[in-house]
């Protein structure tokens, strides 16, 4: 039996599909316009950003998702209490599945992705291939979300799944024709809209679309697995930990934009080049400058390579046939074409101690590399979504920090508590 976004483990065996369901959501009570009261996901946020989030209103959802304090996350959790009493946070009568698009800029025009948010039942274990993760974790993130979500029992964030069912847009697209519930548009220009979808038929045609194939898991890798750990702790008695809340896009070409995360250096040994020339052979590609790095950029695009950004000069890494060939056949034939695998079996193990930072933005890695901020950057290639798709139905885990899906969902937009 399922109810109010929750599945009764007593009365049915695990599921071997993946199955979305409405949740009765916890939303700001005075909808509209939430630009003030949102935010991008927490890992995109450096503690700047956070700061100036925080200042737009004493509601805004960066409390939550970020807190802080001497003990931050029980003070989230009293939070979020706080602003459900005082009526700044309303539940929803029923449970109900919302639809969210994102529309924003694209050469001369605009484009969208659309998509739905539910509560997405956790598979019994991580193998079991209803959900498909494609990168690999980094264990710090993933404790962080764990004292969070123990903390608040509620699931703020949604993670990004990608589901292959052809039409699955278009059956979500019936919803906008009237005016959004709640929108915003963020710094970038990104114009988020919500609606509620309450109609049975429309549930089930989601649902259905959604149980149809196994869910590649685009973006929030550390919260999936922060939900599997969780319920482990759970007594299987607390069905609200059965499932993570989960915004579900088709995974077609024309709703995603992937770009590349890039890698800043820190400690870099002094000799890293004559390192580096036993793999690759290194092409100079001029000053550290914006236009030298977009021209950079585009090289990589057009021939291959990795670029390193130093703090005078720009240098484009080219791996030699033989070493390219050695790491290839170390790696599925789905990573064969994955820019940050050719990082790591032939660039990572050149810079010794040196440890990495992770940024989505190859101009801001090569001006903190020409302030001083990072020793080196390490630019790379995106993934497409056909790899994407592959590497996830072959079971393949890509490197950490591979893909980074734009834009983000706005976190605010809708709350999952675990006990409602």
Request: charged share 25%; with cysteine.
């Amino acid at each position: 039996m399922i109810a109010n976004g929750v599945r009764d483990p007593g009365s049915e065996g695990p599921t071997t599909v993946p199955e979305l369901l409405p949740f009765r959501g916890l939303r700001y009570a005075h909808g509209g316009d939430l630009v003030a009261v949102t935010a991008p996901p927490y890992d995109v946020i450096d503690p700047e950003h956070r700061d100036r989030l925080a200042a737009t209103d004493p509601c805004n959802s960066v409390r939550l998702i970020l807190p802080d304090g001497a003990d931050p996350y029980r003070g989230a959790a009293a939070l979020l209490e706080a602003w459900v009493a005082d009526g700044t946070l309303a539940l929803d009568p029923a449970p109900t599945l919302t639809v969210y698009r994102m529309t924003f800029p694209d050469g001369d025009g605009t484009r969208s992705t659309i998509g739905v948010l539910g509560a997405l039942v956790l598979p019994e274990r991580i193998t079991d291939g209803q959900v498909l993760p494609h990168e690999r974790t980094l264990p710090k993130a993933k404790t962080d979300r764990l004292d969070l979500l123990r903390a608040t029992r509620a699931n703020l964030d949604p993670i990004w799944g990608l589901c292959p069912t052809a039409g699955l847009s278009a059956t979500l697209a019936g919803a906008t024709a009237r005016p959004p519930e709640a929108a915003a548009r963020d710094e970038l220009g990104v114009l988020h809209e919500a609606w509620t979808l309450t109609d049975v038929g429309a549930i089930a045609a989601v649902r259905a679309a959604v149980a149809a194939g196994p869910l590649v898991l685009a973006d929030g890798h550390h919260r999936f697995e922060t939900a599997l750990n969780y319920r482990a702790e759970q007594d299987r008695a607390d069905p609200g930990a059965d499932a993570i809340m989960c915004f579900v896009v088709e995974l077609a070409d024309e709703q995603l934009v992937v770009h590349a995360i890039h890698r800043l250096v820190h400690d870099l040994p002094p000799d890293v080049e004559d390192r580096l020339a036993g793999t690759c052979d290194l092409e100079d590609a001029g000053a550290n400058t914006p236009e030298a790095v977009d021209a950079l950029r585009a090289r990589l695009r057009r021939d291959g390579g990795i670029g390193l950004v130093l703090p005078d000069r720009l240098v484009r890494l080219v791996p030699r046939a033989d070493s390219l060939a050695a790491a290839r056949a170390d790696l599925p034939a789905s990573l064969h074409s994955v820019s940050s695998a050719h990082f790591d079996a032939l660039v990572r193990p050149a810079l010794g101690e040196a440890t990495l930072t992770y940024r989505n933005d190859a101009a801001t890695c090569a001006a903190m590399v020409a302030a001083g901020a990072a020793d080196a950057a390490i630019i790379l290639q995106p993934v497409s979504v056909a790899t994407i798709r592959d590497a996830g139905r072959a079971g393949v885990r890509m490197p950490e920090k591979t893909t980074f899906f734009w834009p983000k969902p706005r976190t605010g937009f809708v709350f999952r508590r675990l006990d409602d």
